[in-house]
């Protein structure tokens, strides 16, 4: 009986002497790894750029609101100051209101949307300035007349984008006040497609919600009852964990489960498991084109076995074993394969780099997924390659060696 080295030189030789036979018995493997493995890092590629691009839209925010079925409570600014203290790892909450009516300017007046906030909201991802600077807490503080405009409604108010400093006149529940233009910010898809509605275009503006409520009489100790949390994705959890025990410490309502908190979360995660599964059902057609290069490796495996069929008998006549004519074709079908695979690792690693630079994907290699695959690439080679091995390995040498 050989040694395992001497298997594998055996397997090597028939291997080489058969060139064009092994290629083509190894491209159905170099095709199908190279597919499933193109595909699973082009979706972990394409996850990692949803998520990337969700944190750059801004601040991830949580909610928070008061169940207005069991407390007839609502949040005043002094109470919203001591929740934002209290709530660690974040960059501030924003309440807000908003006042809908007519905006003048040198152009004329056109309708417009007022949205208050507290400084914080500059961190939502709709807020990019262009000019000036965004409002901030003393404005918030001092409830002064100032806001920050789109640049749509910059070009249609004054005709020009650079307007920081000009006055605009806002009137909104049958009362009119005038704010000063601080900030420019970069049009949202929202603003571009409200400013092209014609005669009916609508501008947009931000400015203190305290500012917003002084204006145009809203009361801000009664009529809020909610606001967001701006902070850093990874404090979610912990900020999840202490915000309801913050805010109804502060408002009194403990017991009461009056307090409701919901987060970006379960759409962040229902938005991975969906391009995951994507990319597994992707993968696992893919997959197929494995099943067609392993039954490849059968199929090349029981002709070498049938054209080796004299040589199996002399062996088998001098005293080689069974177990040494397994393992032999084994070795040669798990090399096939595990060749296979190395090169098709090779390829589709290539393949998905340019992919992935082509539609902008991250390019994200895992090394377990690519071992998996060497493990899985050699595996098939074994599984696929039993049958014509026991073929081999059962052979009567007596009939073997009558074989012409």
């Known amino acids: 009986m050989g040694t395992f080295g001497e298997y594998i030189k055996s397997a090597l030789s028939s291997i080489g002497n058969n060139k064009g036979r092994s290629f083509l018995t190894m491209l159905g493997i170099i095709i199908g790894i190279s597919a499933v493995l193109t595909v699973l890092i082009i979706g972990d590629g394409m996850k990692e750029t949803v998520n990337s691009e969700m944190d750059t839209i801004g601040a991830t925010t949580v909610s928070v609101s008061l169940d207005d079925t069991k407390t007839d409570k609502s949040f005043s600014y002094d109470q919203l100051l001591t929740i934002q203290d ?18 003048v300017g040198n152009r004329g007046s056109f309708s417009m949307q007022l949205e208050g906030g507290m400084e914080a909201s500059q961190e939502s991802g709709g807020v990019k300035m262009l000019h000036g600077r965004y409002y901030t807490k003393n404005d918030v503080d001092e409830a002064k007349n100032v806001c920050v405009i789109s640049q749509s409604a910059a070009n249609k108010l004054f005709g020009y984008e ?6 605009v006149e806002i009137t909104a529940f049958d009362l009119t006040a005038e704010f000063t233009v601080i900030g420019v910010r970069e049009d949202t898809s929202m603003d571009i497609a409200f400013a ?11 400015a203190p919600f305290t500012s917003v409520a002084k204006s145009f009489d809203l009361n801000i100790d009664t009529g809020i009852t909610s606001f967001t949390i ?30 409701k908190i919901s987060s970006g979360y379960g759409f962040d995660a229902t938005t991975n498991s969906i391009l995951s599964i994507i990319t597994s059902v992707v993968a696992i057609i893919a997959a197929i084109s494995l099943l ?11 002709v070498s076995v049938t054209e080796r069929t004299r ?5 088998k006549s001098l005293g080689a074993r069974t177990s ?33 630079k082509v539609v902008g994907f991250s390019f994200v290699v895992n090394p377990v997924l690519v071992t998996v695959v060497v493990m899985i690439s050699t595996g098939i080679g074994l599984f696929f390659g039993i049958y014509p091995a026991r073929r081999a390995a059962k052979l009567d040498p007596i009939e073997a060696l009558r074989t012409e």
């Open 230 to 259: 701006y902070l850093d994705s990874e404090n979610k959890n912990k900020v999840l964990s202490q915000a309801r025990a913050v805010v109804e410490n502060v408002m009194g309502l403990r017991g009461e489960n009056a307090v």
């Open 292 to 302: 067609v290069g392993g039954i490849g490796v059968m199929n090349i495996m029981t």
């Open 311 to 315: 040589e199996i008998g002399i062996r």
């Open 86 to 103: 209290a709530i660690k790892d974040i960059y501030g909450i924003s309440a807000g209101n908003s006042a809908y009516g007519t905006a």
């Open 162 to 167: 650079e307007v920081v400093g000009e006055v």
């Open 196 to 206: 092209a509605w014609g005669d009916d275009a609508m501008v947009a503006g931000n």
């Open 324 to 356: 040494s004519i397994l393992v032999q074709f084994l070795a040669e079908a798990a090399i096939l394969t595990f060749t296979g695979g190395i090169i098709g690792i090779i390829f589709g690693l290539s393949v998905a780099f340019l992919i992935c």
